[in-house]
C-alpha cells in the first residue's frame, strides 16, 4: 500500500483558488493513478478528478471541467488538484486516493486514501 497526505485546504472566498497536495510514500508512486474525491457533509463521497501513472490522460466531472486542474510530479511523489474560481458548492472534505489497477471514477477501485483536507468557499 501507499501512503497519502494530503495538504493545502482552507477557507477561502467565492471566485478564489487553491491548491491541493497529495504526497504519497512506501511504494513506487508512478506505478498508481491517483484520483481526488470529496465528500461534503450530508452527502456521498463524489469522484472530482483523476489522472493515469504518466500524466498524460485526465479526467474530470462537469462540475469541475475548467475550473481544476489536477497534475502530478513522479519525481516529487506528489499529485496536485489546482482549484480556481471556487464556489461555494465546492466545499467539502477533499481526499486523495490511489488506484493500482488504473484510474477510475469509482471509489472502490482505489485502494489507498489520505486523510483528507477541508476546502470551505464563502459567499
Known amino acids: 500500500q501507499v501512503q497519502l497526505v494530503e495538504s493545502g485546504g482552507g477557507l477561502v472566498q467565492a471566485g478564489g483558488s487553491l491548491r491541493l497536495s497529495c504526497a504519497a510514500s512506501?511504494?513506487?508512486?508512478?506505478?498508481?493513478?491517483m484520483g481526488w474525491f470529496r465528500q461534503a457533509p450530508g452527502k456521498d463521497r463524489e469522484f472530482v478528478a483523476a489522472?493515469?501513472?504518466?500524466?498524460?490522460?485526465?479526467y474530470y466531472i462537469d462540475s469541475v471541467k475548467g475550473r481544476f486542474t489536477i497534475s502530478r510530479d513522479n519525481a516529487k511523489n506528489t499529485v496536485y488538484l489546482q482549484m480556481n474560481s471556487l464556489k461555494p458548492e465546492d466545499t467539502a472534505v477533499y481526499y486523495c486516493?490511489?488506484?493500482?489497477?488504473?484510474?477510475?471514477?469509482?471509489?472502490?477501485?482505489?485502494?489507498?486514501w489520505g486523510q483528507g483536507t477541508q476546502v470551505t468557499v464563502s459567499n
Open positions: 486516493a490511489a488506484a493500482s489497477v488504473g484510474w477510475s471514477v469509482v471509489a472502490g477501485e482505489y485502494r489507498s
Open positions: 489522472i493515469n501513472w504518466s500524466a498524460r490522460n485526465t
Open positions: 512506501g511504494r513506487t508512486f508512478s506505478d498508481y493513478a
